[in-house]
Structures are given as structure tokens and as C-alpha cells.
């Protein structure tokens, strides 16, 4: 099989991102639950944040903040789902009228 550079996922993460990350669900790599990343407990400081599973305190990711970027790391997150809305086909797509 080919390979194909990483720029071939410029459209799927451009999409990816582009929705309320809070309304995602996570799985803790420390205990397994999984939940909205809006129930997450939030630590914010002036070095970045830190995102902390409700259940068993585990460091789900962290973030840094400078003028010009922004630094994430996933690390106590072992998958992510994000819900997309459904492709519709054409109005009366297959109906023979």
C-alpha cells in the first residue's frame, strides 16, 4: 500500500475542529469512563491549563497558550468521539416518484 503525507489530512482535521470540542466525548486512559469534555475538571494558571477527569483525577490533556500558538497535549486521552451530522442524499434520491 502507498503512503500519502500528512497533508492529506488537512480537510478531515480542518472539519474535526471545527465544532464545539466541549460537546465531544473522551476516554480517560486512567480509568476508562467516558464522558463530554465539558464535565472535565479545569485547572488554569499562568503556565496553561490542565484538563482533569472527573472520575479519577487523571490528567486528560494540557494546554499552553503564547501570543502566536498554542501547545496541546492528549495524553490521558485514549480516544476521542465526535458526532457529525448525517449525510443526506438528494431529495427523492432513489424514489421512483
Known amino acids: 500500500m502507498t503512503h500519502l503525507d500528512g497533508n492529506m489530512l488537512a480537510g ?17 486512559a486512567g480509568c476508562g469512563a467516558v464522558a463530554e469534555l465539558a464535565t472535565a475538571m479545569v485547572y488554569v494558571s499562568d503556565a496553561g491549563s490542565v484538563v482533569r477527569c472527573p472520575g479519577c483525577d487523571a490528567v486528560l490533556a494540557t494546554v ?14 485514549t480516544a476521542v468521539e465526535v458526532r457529525t451530522e ?12
Do not use: H, K, M
Request: charged share 15%; with cysteine.
Open 86 to 97: 448525517p449525510v443526506v442524499s438528494g431529495i427523492g434520491a432513489g424514489s421512483t416518484g
Open 12 to 28: 478531515t482535521f480542518a472539519d474535526l475542529f471545527s465544532f464545539d470540542v466541549t460537546t465531544a466525548t473522551a476516554r480517560c
Open 64 to 77: 499552553v497558550q503564547a501570543e502566536d500558538r498554542i501547545w496541546f497535549g492528549l495524553r490521558g486521552i
